[in-house]
């Protein structure tokens, strides 16, 4: 390690020393608190239990149990909190990956032990697959591996394994048993450790935390009956649970400090890291395996969205093969190409809208891809290059586990068995059909600036013209361009100013004080656009309308009246992600126990009066037409009859069902929000087919 390294080491270690030394504070109050209701409980409580038992003097038992067994008992948990980390589990088990092993996967697993051999690792204990554009590893218990040689777990995305080639593959993997190479830091990676450990007894809540919660509310409802004695037990229990509030919130406060000192140090263990994959497999494989993991994780959600469009429409390509055709779609639309034999150097080639600003967060654990790519520039070659398609290191079975994995949740697993036997697409077919999806769901590449950033406007207010000029000019195409990037680039600059650990950035090629940005003159720039962005919308609607048969009117009512709906959606998320955090954390604001009573009240007004109604009016609205249009019938039929449905009274109901139920109603709402996402990109298409046979009518005369 170098000097400055072996300085930061030194501060953060130093810090950590501090953390430690204050938790080790806490764990002595606790045996304190253990030692008290021990004491408390052999000399005062079971005696006078005992007492009052053979006397029958019951109402005394009763008082007796409140005011010291039941708090003698709540002291023992308060006490045994602190210890509650040292032995704590990692939980295996994620509904979000399988475990494989070497039998079913002989060819990963030589994969992978070449990296662990290059880079003095143990094989990993365990090895899952998942369904992330990723790789990680962990431990089954952290405390443990800072002292002992614990294995750890290793987890793979099988989207990795999209276009990418085995040379790629390995550098994502060998980044991340760089952390823990015997080569590697020794001091850098306990303090990785320590500070995951830190960041758990901060932050982390268990089934402990569920329990003590649980406690004591059932002994501050339990103190309700005590009276005088009661109000008392309620005083002492409200006082010691918030002195636990307390220290929780000590400890991240000092978790927060520890972290300002770890970012830099983090980042500049991802640099060691990402030097110990680029002495493994050559700087070219890493920078290459960077890029298309980038632009892999931006197109899997889209990918996905095509896949369950394919079966809904009778049709199946396996997953991966959707995923692989999507991006080089995607890729060949921004003027490149993309496969596991070709070894890409330029991020830039895969960034549709870069932005005109750009900064370094030192607050941050992570480096951007761009300064990672750049740091391992000096980093050496490696002259013979095998490439060999990634995918080829799997079995057969595992590309089929990807899509049990999480992609069926929503999709009828007998009809895409069926599918599969029945009606699979050949790769000619497949990529036809995914191109004419991605046109129909993003528009056509010159049409997609003039229809994606739509606004609403009086239609009635506007004169159609026959003689309105043509709209979709190359000028009016790069004014709705820099319309989009201004106003990105605006909202960055305000972000930046809102918050205090970003100091600098660079905007135009020159470097700012993040308080110094031109805010004004960006503010001036898009109000000046913004005039000239509305005035094209309303040239679209007015060229369309006149040079049309179709109803243009009406298709706009339907786009405008979709776009509010979903505006009365958004604004219904924060109100639910709001009663969600104070049923899970009723105490973070002071709020009694049975302030629950008013939340789940106002849980039912919000559905009764808010959801439903939108979901009503969006199915008298619009339904008939989305059905038109191709959308799931029993989807849309689901969201009615919930919307119908009686809403029960949640003041009857557990808090557990409570979650689960605002877990329905968030998935109805997105449900609907779906259905009007697609009958507005339905309409939007609809439109630009009109402007090209307007255009086409034009070139025939």
């Known amino acids: 390690m170098n000097s400055e390294l072996n300085k930061q080491c030194t501060i953060v270690l130093f810090k950590i020393v501090l953390f430690f030394l204050s938790y080790l504070l806490l764990v002595a109050f606790g045996c304190v608190f253990v030692y008290v209701a021990y ?56 509904a979000s990956r399988v475990e494989v092993t070497k039998e079913k996967m002989p060819k990963l697993f030589t994969l992978i032990e070449e990296v662990a051999k290059s880079t003095g690792c143990k094989m990993p204990l365990h090895v899952f697959l998942s369904n992330e554009v990723n790789a990680s590893v962990f431990y089954n218990n952290t405390l443990q591996s800072i002292f002992f040689p614990t294995r750890k777990n290793l987890v793979v995305g099988l989207g990795l394994f999209v276009n990418t080639n085995t040379e790629e593959v390995k ?87 520890v972290n300002r000192s770890y970012y830099s ?93 750009t900064f370094t967060n030192l607050y941050s654990d992570h480096p951007s891809e761009a300064e990672r790519i750049e740091k391992v520039q000096s980093m050496p070659s490696k002259q013979e290059l095998h490439l060999q398609k990634a995918l080829d290191v799997l079995s057969v079975s595992s590309v089929e586990e990807w899509e049990k994995l999480f992609l069926c949740t ?111 003159e960006k503010e001036a720039q898009v109000k000046e656009l913004s005039q000239k962005h509305w005035a094209i919308l309303q040239q679209i609607y007015s060229y369309l309308a006149a040079n049309s ?21 958004n604004a219904l998320d924060e109100d639910i992600d709001k009663l969600r955090e104070r049923y899970m954390h009723p105490y973070d604001d002071d709020e009694e126990p049975d302030d629950y009573c008013d939340l789940k009240i106002e849980l039912g007004g919000m559905v009764r009066q808010k959801l439903k109604p939108i979901m009503l009016d969006c199915s008298t609205s619009f339904f008939e037409l989305c059905a038109k249009m191709g959308c799931n019938q029993e989807r849309l039929n689901a969201i009615v009859v919930f919307a119908q449905s009686e809403t029960p009274d949640y003041t009857n109901y557990d808090i557990k069902v409570v979650l689960a139920e605002i877990n329905r109603i968030l998935d ?34």
């Not at 008392?232 to 002195?243: A, R, T």
């Open 410 to 520: 929503n999709t009828n697993e007998t009809q895409r068995q069926a599918l599969m036997k029945t009606n699979t697409l050949s790769e000619t077919d497949l990529v036809e059909w995914i191109k004419q999806d991605y046109e129909g769901v993003c528009l056509p590449k010159f049409y997609r600036p003039f229809f994606e950033m739509m606004g609403r406007f009086d239609l009635d207010s506007l004169d159609v013209d026959k003689n309105t000029q043509y709209p979709f000019t190359e000028a009016n195409r790069t004014i709705m361009k820099a319309y989009k990037m201004e106003i990105k680039d605006a909202q960055i600059m305000h972000q930046l100013q809102l918050q205090d650990e970003i100091k600098y950035a660079t905007y135009r090629g020159k470097v700012y004080a993040v308080s110094d940005l031109p805010c004004e």
């Open 668 to 701: 109805y709402r997105k449900a609907l929000k779906d259905v009007l996402m697609g009958m507005i990109g339905y309409i939007k298409g609809d439109l630009v087919n009109i402007a090209q046979k307007i255009e086409q009518d034009s070139e025939v005369v």
């Open 39 to 94: 004491y408390c409980f052999i000399n005062y409580g079971l005696p006078g239990i005992m007492e009052c038992y053979d006397s029958g003097e019951f109402f005394s038992l009763l008082c007796i149990v409140l005011l010291i067994a039941l708090p003698c008992c709540f002291l023992l948990l308060y006490g045994l909190y602190p210890l509650k980390f040292l032995l704590r589990k990692s939980n295996k088990s994620d």
């Open 171 to 257: 550098s994502i993997i060998a980044h991340e048993f760089g952390h823990f190479a015997q080569s590697s830091m020794k001091i850098g990676s306990v303090i990785y450790y320590l500070n995951t450990v830190m960041h758990d007894m901060a932050f982390q809540e268990d089934r402990w935390d569920a329990w003590l919660d649980k406690y004591f509310r059932g002994l501050m409802n339990l103190c309700r009956f005590g009276g005088w004695y009661g109000v008392i037990g309620q005083i002492v229990l409200f006082l010691l649970y918030h002195i636990l509030v307390f220290v929780k919130d000590v400890l991240r406060w000092m978790y927060k400090s």
């Open 549 to 569: 048969e179709d109803s243009v009117k009406a298709m706009y009512e339907y786009l405008f009246a979709g776009m509010n709906a979903i505006d009365s959606l």
């Open 265 to 357: 140090l983090s980042r500049q263990m991802e640099f060691d890291a990402d030097r110990v994959a680029c002495s493994i497999v050559g700087k070219e494989m890493f920078v290459s395996a960077m890029i298309k993991v980038s632009f892999a994780s931006v197109a899997e959600s889209n990918a996905v969205a095509s896949w369950r469009r394919l079966l809904s429409v009778g049709k199946y390509a396996p997953f991966y093969d959707v995923f692989a055709q999507y991006e080089k779609v995607k890729a060949e639309e921004l003027c490149t190409t993309i496969s596991y034999d070709k070894i890409e150097t330029c991020l830039d080639d895969f960034d549709e809208e870069p932005s005109e600003i």
